[in-house]
């Protein structure tokens, strides 16, 4: 096992023949240059190190001592009021007796140590007890020090200046993350291994999770809250609505009914509603459920960018307006899967030779010059045809149109907006989700829908408008906003 040590060198750190020296540069420089005529102690860091080896007695270590030096100028040279300027106060030639004590005392188990100067990529002219300032120097220094192949990190979060104690803990935690463990070493007093480390990823987390339901990404968004061990109904109402936006609705049912259990007040109704919400989908197949779920997919994959999945929804979305249109104003089966196949084109046949007036549009319809082959079943093209029929006033066999005049004005519109939604066929065609290996960009869609990449989802629902499907508020759009206000509230 790799285990490192890393520490902020403070003027605490050191006694020397039983005593604390007052003036750490001058003092300690004096020191180093007589070292083998003193007694050394490190009463912070000597009990870390003890701790670390009986947590890992088989395992060898490596040590960072992190130190000031800061550069010669009217600032640094300034006496404070005890008469010590900030530059006698650098620890530099403390940590390097520290590194030479420790390589003494523990050449059996330690097998490196290092000294660092507390620098940013401007090098060392900070002041090491301003935050901001600090806070540059560790991102600097953990980027140049990270190691991949430690196992785990010892911070200790005692003994050096609070702002570079602060910089070194966050820093760590973000380049070693799982692998990073806290330990306070009160002087005197026993070591204590601190969460502080599993709370500032926990929090980490959240945010990620935050920052994920941002974007409508909830795989991203369920992966942060498992991590950050939020509440099991939050964990299970993320699974809904994963497993949801993937149509499994069979896992996304169980996901919400462990939601529910696990919550409780306005959390567990809430819940309860989605469950029931969901029941139109998964028992019901409800094809206006279905058709606004296919729109609020389409919108998540707007929002992440994936622009190509957009696509593919919306060419699912303009097929299911046609079915839902032929069904609903024809009274024509659609469903040609494997199981009712023969049965429903019998049935499709033998409604549309019972009326003429549809007949007779469909024959004379065309696709390149070739008649349209309405009688193998209900494809694409056929049903654009019916829906025109439709639409110009179609007349069942007894005379009567097939839809009211409002209704007829409504197709009007649909189709229109299913027309301007076809311009994107081609780009879809190219992408990998169809038949070639082309990327879709916001900026490609956009040179295609005139500069308004976002009123294809406004067209979207319009067009459920117009079919007069209850346009409600997005599922998503509701679990986006609860999980992320409660993940706001325990941040």
């Given amino acids: 096992m790799t285990i490192l040590i890393m520490c902020n060198v403070g003027n605490s750190d050191l006694i020397a023949d039983g005593q604390r020296p007052q003036r750490p540069r001058p003092d300690g420089e004096a020191l180093w240059r007589t070292f083998a005529d003193h007694q050394f102690d490190l009463p912070i860091i000597a009990p870390c190190l003890n701790y670390i080896r ?26 404070d009021r005890f008469g010590v300027s900030l530059r006698d106060k650098d620890t530099i030639w403390f940590a390097r007796i520290a590194a030479r004590w420790v390589q003494t005392q523990y050449a ?23 935050y901001d300032e600090v806070f540059e120097a560790y991102t600097h220094l953990l980027a140049r020090l990270a190691d991949p192949t430690v196992e785990v990190c010892y911070i200790l979060t005692a003994g050096g200046i609070p702002a570079c104690n602060f910089a070194l803990q966050l820093q760590a935690i ?98 309860a509603e989605l469950r029931d919400n969901l029941r139109q989908l998964s028992e019901y197949s409800d094809p206006a459920a279905l058709l606004c779920e296919v729109a609020y997919n389409a919108e998540i994959a707007y929002r992440n960018g994936r622009y190509a999945d957009m696509l593919g929804r919306i060419f699912r979305f303009q097929e299911g307006v046609l079915r839902l249109v032929v069904e609903r104003y024809l009274s024509l089966p659609t469903d040609f899967s494997k199981e009712v196949r023969e049965a429903n084109l019998a049935r499709y046949l033998e409604q549309i030779d019972a009326h003429p007036d549809l007949r007779s549009h ?9 008649p349209l082959r309405y009688r193998d079943g209900p494809n694409r093209p056929v049903m654009q045809a019916m829906l025109e029929f439709v639409r110009d ?6 005379g009567t149109p097939f839809a009211t005049k409002k209704e007829r004005e409504r197709l009007g519109t649909v189709k229109t907006m299913l027309d301007r939604l076809d311009r994107l066929a081609e780009l ?61 509230r325990s941040l």
């Fill in 54 to 79: 009986q947590q890992h007695p088989h395992a060898s270590a490596r040590l960072i001592c992190f130190y000031t030096d800061q550069p010669e100028n009217q600032i640094t040279t300034r006496p």
């Fill in 108 to 130: 059996d188990w330690i097998t490196e140590v290092h000294t660092e100067r507390i620098e940013s990529r401007h090098g060392p002219d900070l002041n090491p007890s301003v």
């Fill in 174 to 271: 973000i380049a070693y993350a799982e692998r990073c463990r806290f330990i306070y070493p009160p002087e005197g007093g026993r070591v204590t291994e601190l969460r502080i480390g599993e709370k500032m990823l926990e929090s980490f987390q959240r945010m990620n999770a935050i920052a994920a339901l941002e974007q409508y990404n909830f795989p991203a968004a369920l992966l942060g809250a498992r991590r950050a061990k939020v509440a099991d109904w939050i964990v299970a109402l993320l699974e809904y609505a994963v497993y949801r936006e993937a149509f499994d609705f069979q896992r996304a049912q169980q996901a919400i009914e462990r939601a529910e259990r696990h919550a409780s007040g306005s959390q567990r109704a809430f819940c």
């Fill in 362 to 370: 469909l024959e004379a319809k065309t696709i390149d010059g070739k």
């Fill in 393 to 398: 006033g179609g007349k069942r066999a007894d």
């Fill in 428 to 488: 879809r065609n190219q992408s990998v989700i169809a038949h070639g290996f082309a990327g879709v960009s916001r900026e490609a869609i956009e040179a295609i829908y005139k500069d308004d990449a976002e009123k294809i989802i406004t067209d979207l629902h319009n067009i459920m408008r117009q079919l007069d499907i209850a346009d409600t508020e997005s599922p998503f759009d509701r679990i986006a906003e609860r999980v992320r206000s409660e993940l706001q």
